[in-house]
Nanobody, 129 residues
Framework: QVQLVESGGGLVQAGGSLRLSCAASGRTFSGYFMGWFRQAPGKEREFVAGISWNSGSTYYADSVKGRFTISRDTAKNTVYLQMNSLKHEDTAVYYC??????????????????????WGQGTQVTVST
């Protein structure tokens, strides 16, 4: 059974940092595209960052460019999201997700939740002012 398990969320002051982890099990994600999404109360789930498992190519939402970094450790089957210079508006539940690798080439599809086959349970990130 495929599982994505997020960890690393918590409460942090504005300007601080957190690193989220997404441990994948149940299958190899070689050839897949891994994404981080977030959902704040009353808002739709939005794309944050994505990475091609094989090539390591990365993609970011404009709102996090220069502050967040996505990476993966293929040996550990884990994807990370390093979040620096956190702002109050980054407060949300953060989800890890996996999609077929081809969406890497579609700048719209890779930002849409229905494109993803597997999801984690989410981890809460709260940024205080």
């Amino acid at each position: 059974q495929v599982q994505l398990v997020e960890s690393g969320g918590g409460l942090v002051q504005a300007g601080g940092s957190l690193r989220l982890s997404c441990a994948a099990s149940g299958r190899t994600f070689s050839g897949y595209f891994m994404g981080w999404f977030r959902q704040a109360p009353g808002k739709e789930r939005e794309f944050v960052a994505g990475i091609s498992w094989n090539s390591g190519s990365t993609y970011y939402a404009d709102s996090v460019k220069g502050r967040f970094t996505i990476s993966r450790d293929t040996a550990k089957n884990t994807v990370y999201l390093q979040m620096n210079s956190l702002k109050h508006e980054d407060t949300a539940v953060y989800y890890c997700a996996a999609a077929p690798g081809g969406i890497r080439y579609n700048s719209v599809a890779r930002t849409k939740p229905p494109s993803y086959d597997y999801w984690g349970q989410g981890t809460q990130v709260t940024v205080s002012t």
